[in-house]
């Protein structure tokens, strides 16, 4: 136990003004004249034993009338009588006849502390905190039980923070507490979370041998718990004679509370072996913190346990359950929790009502919630703003603005996050200007808008396509609103350009978020690194990784994984597998982003490997994780184990196959040139396949030169996508190579007229010394790269060969002029040729097989890495071979 010396030179931090007892204070009511003819009669005698037995008999008008008499006597009344009188007004809770009997206290023959102190007691217990205090603070002499009425009032109204400095004006008075008092006080500790003032409580606990007292013991641990203090909890916890259930309630809430849930749940076995059984608080302890922690199917498995040992379940349990399901994306299972409830006869309460509504409103069930608002209505929870808010909620995610509306309209007492939610709903419904009008009422109403009413129409108008009066918003929310922007005011604007392709605008309010010294969060990093990954911005993930670390994000799982994702699109599967290696947890997507990085770079063995893995760490598999393991079998060549893969995705993981999984199939089939296969396995397909599945079938038709499939696929392409020129071009140039006249439509023909001034124009983007150049197919802009060109065409020659059927997106350079990766790679090396340890570019069409071998001569003679990504995947290009291994 650590030396606590008890400081006897507090100042008090309220003045103590010191009045004369006896006297009315100078709030008090005049006396109210009360006249009755009855009471004429007795004027002359009045005992108090007539007065005593109307308290008891509660009539207490009749009483302030007698003292009025009593007055007109010019007599006085016992202080006992008095205080009887005080304590009636407290026994049927009213102010008014309290203050009456106040206004009265210079009838009472000697006022005492006693008197005064049933004055605070009567004022705090009726709930007049500030009366009670100006009471007390006039109070010239002040013992035990007057600081215990005092503190015991500000306790009850939860005013923590005043309990404390009366603790400290007590000690200053030279009032002890006593183990009745110090119950109430440690409870004000553990809210305000000082530590500092319970280790002095403790202290003067021991020095004045209340250490045998088990409330106060269970107090201090309480409080220690509460303030995350656990080794000094455990240290009272293991000293202590006696237990009791609020002990290891204690106790196990402490440990909860910091994640120790197995410790925790030891501590709950251990205090059924020392004959406590574990009561209904207990219980529900376990169970919210296993559902706060994602364990939902262990508090399940507890609510049963509890069940099985005669303990029935209660609203907070079921609630527990009911929210826990809810927000761990398992809301079909808290709905039917919340059916069972009810069969079960308990009442749900508006947070159970709270829980299942957001349930509906995620799953877009309007049924669900249209049934959920008539329970509600019948049980009489519709007055709760809780519930309100809810509802509104859910009918505007649901598109139900007009009975969104309604209840909107309904609720009488309207809170800042019942305006956020209607203001919400109007704008992801596209109507940002009734968004607009609401906002503006909002302001000339009772609650102004906050941080998050700015925050959501900033979104709102930017998510809907105008930047514009976003940018206006956020300007002037400092200005006009007096509110000052957060993470969260950055992040819309962020989300916003992404959302609308504009990546180079939403870096740019990144970057001035870090210069306005606003801190990015964790959801910041999350929109930021995907609009990074592609190889152009290697060195901008680098930088936004150097922030996580600043900020301190890289142990938070999305962050992380995330940052495995993002570094193996950017072509650095290096930095990538050294990030997933070092995480202490892995969720599974952290096992998809690193397997889905290694089947990018064609690693294919090491994706299996980690695949499986992953299984023996206890993750199963899903859906994403099965179209990566697909095609790494693939890419390994390992058809038939593939075909087991994709067969095991129903028959063992009861997930039912999407047009990815399809898609991958085509690859498994198509790579090796099984392509009557795959043309079967596409005809047997239980879904209608789209452009991708036809897409991949036609890529491998040309790779192997079966030029009729490759027809067959470009058709069904064409009747999927009729009007996508490029489709129409693969078709005709596929007609001119077998000599074949392309009959084109008037459909066809307009098509072509549209796009004669936007050709689909091969365009490439590279990244050096900080800046991106771009380079269009035929680029006169840098002549000098065209001799160094010219000389790597002819040496390729010599030493080339066609594979596959020629015909591609884009025009062949006879026709077009040189292609713009081979311009950017030429900039790279004669430009920058110290920089040329790793070319990095984006292409926005797919590489022509001539570009490709290009590339990987260069990337052996010049013993350089090529990364490009096209669109069809990331060539990595190193010592004359290629990641797709020729297959794209």
Request: charged fraction near 25%.
């Amino acid at each position: 136990m650590e030396n606590v010396v008890i400081p006897c030179n507090l100042k008090p931090p309220i003045p103590i003004i010191p009045a004369k007892a006896g006297n009315p204070s100078e709030f008090s009511p005049k006396p109210t004249k009360l006249n009755n003819p009855f009471f004429a009669e007795t004027r002359s005698k009045f005992p108090h034993s007539h007065l005593d037995s109307l308290c008891k008999n509660g009539r207490l008008s009749e009483a302030i009338l007698a003292l009025d008499s009593i007055a007109e006597r010019g007599s006085k009344v016992k202080p006992g009588t008095y205080i009887n009188l005080i304590q009636s007004c407290i026994d049927v809770n009213s102010i008014e006849l309290g203050r009456e009997i106040h206004a009265r206290m210079g009838l009472v023959e000697y006022v005492n502390p006693f008197v005064e102190t049933k004055l605070v007691s009567m004022y705090a217990k009726c709930g007049y905190l500030d009366d009670a205090r100006r009471v007390f603070d006039k109070m010239r002499e002040r013992n035990l039980f007057t600081w215990s009425a005092m503190i015991g009032g500000c306790s009850r109204a939860q005013r923590w923070k005043e309990v404390l400095e009366l603790f400290f004006l007590m000690m200053e008075d030279g009032i002890v507490p006593d183990k009745f008092l110090l119950p109430k006080i440690l409870e004000a500790c553990g809210n305000c979370k000082n530590f500092r003032t319970t280790k002095v409580i403790h202290s003067l606990v021991v020095r004045c041998g209340f250490s045998g007292s088990l409330r106060v013991n269970n107090s201090i641990l309480a409080v220690y718990a509460k303030c995350g203090k656990l080794n000094w909890a455990r240290r009272i916890f293991e000293n202590m004679d006696k237990r009791d259930l609020v002990t290891w309630n204690a106790i196990i809430s402490g440990l909860c509370q910091k994640g120790q849930i197995k410790e925790a749940t030891r501590l709950f076995d251990a205090m059924r072996e020392e004959g406590t059984e574990p009561g209904l608080v207990t219980w529900n302890i376990l169970i919210s913190t296993y559902n706060q922690l994602g364990q939902t199917d262990v508090a399940m498995g507890l609510m049963r346990k509890m069940e099985s040992f005669g303990i029935a379940p209660d609203v907070i349990t079921w609630t527990t359950m009911i929210s826990g399901f809810a927000h761990n994306n398992r809301r079909g299972q808290a709905l039917d929790l919340f059916k069972e409830m009810i069969l079960a006869g308990v009442k749900p309460n508006e947070v159970t009502i709270l829980s299942v509504v957001s349930a509906c409103a995620s799953l877009k069930s309007l049924d669900k919630g249209l049934e959920i608002h008539a329970f509600a209505i019948k049980i009489g929870l519709m007055d709760e703003v809780l519930v309100g808010n809810s509802l509104v909620d859910m009918y505007s995610k649901c598109g139900e603005l007009e009975a969104a509306e309604q209840v909107f309209d309904t609720i009488e007492d309207k809170d800042v996050y019942t305006w956020n939610s209607m203001i919400g709903g109007y704008c992801q419904a596209g109507y940002c200007g009734k968004a607009c009008e609401l906002f503006m009422k909002m302001q000339v109403s009772d609650v102004s808008p906050n941080i998050i009413t700015w925050n959501i129409m900033i979104s709102g108008y930017i998510q809907n396509g105008d930047e514009d009066q976003a940018m206006d918003l956020f300007q002037r929310m400092e200005k006009d609103g007096k509110i000052k922007r957060n993470t969260a005011s950055w992040n819309s604007l962020i989300a916003g350009y992404l959302q609308l392709g504009e990546q180079g605008k939403a870096l740019g309010i990144f970057r001035q978020m870090q210069s306005h010294c606003s801190s990015p969060n964790m959801v910041t990093m999350l929109s930021v690194l995907p609009a990074c990954a592609n190889v152009v911005a290697a060195k901008k993930v680098r930088e936004i990784h150097g922030c996580i670390l600043r900020r301190s994000l890289e142990s938070e799982i999305p962050v992380a994984n995330s940052l495995v994702d993002t570094y193996a699109k950017t072509g650095n599967m290096k930095y990538s597998r050294t990030i997933f290696d070092r995480m202490p947890s892995k969720d599974i997507i952290t096992w998809n982003s690193i397997i889905a990085g290694c089947v990018l770079h064609g690693f294919s063995n090491v994706a299996l490997d980690l695949f499986d893995h992953m299984k023996k760490s206890g993750l199963k598999p899903n859906r994403g994780t099965f179209i990566s393991v697909i095609y790494a079998y693939s890419i390994s060549g390992l058809t038939d184990k593939g075909k087991l893969a994709f067969s095991s995705i129903t028959e063992d993981y009861g997930i039912i196959p999407g047009l990815e999984h399809y898609s991958a199939m085509v690859d498994l089939y198509g790579r090796p040139g099984r392509l009557r296969e795959a043309l079967e396995f596409i005809e047997d397909m239980p879904v209608e396949p789209d452009s991708s599945i036809w897409e991949a079938l036609l890529t491998f038709s040309r790779i192997h030169r079966n030029f009729g499939v490759s027809v067959r696929a470009l058709d069904h392409m064409l009747e999927l996508e009729p009007g996508n020129y490029l489709t129409q071009r693969l078709r005709a140039q596929a007609d001119a190579l077998v000599g074949k006249k392309s009959e084109k439509d008037s459909k066809t023909k307009k098509l072509e007229k549209e796009n004669v001034n936007n050709r689909y124009l091969g365009r490439s983007w590279i990244e050096l010394k900080n800046r991106v150049y771009t380079f269009v197919a035929g680029d006169q802009s840098e002549p000098s790269l065209y001799p160094w060109i010219h000389d790597i065409t002819e040496r390729l020659s010599k030493s080339s060969s066609d594979n596959g059927i020629c015909f591609g997106e884009e025009e062949k350079e006879e026709v077009g002029g040189v292609h713009s990766e081979k311009l950017a790679i030429a900039f790279a090396l004669i430009g920058f040729p110290t920089k040329a340890q790793a070319i990095r570019i984006v292409k926005n069409l797919r590489m022509c097989r001539d570009c490709h071998e290009t590339a990987k001569y260069i990337s052996k003679a010049y013993e350089c890495e090529i990364y490009i990504s096209d669109s069809k995947c990331l060539h990595r290009f190193s010592d004359g071979q290629c990641s797709c291994r020729d297959y794209w």
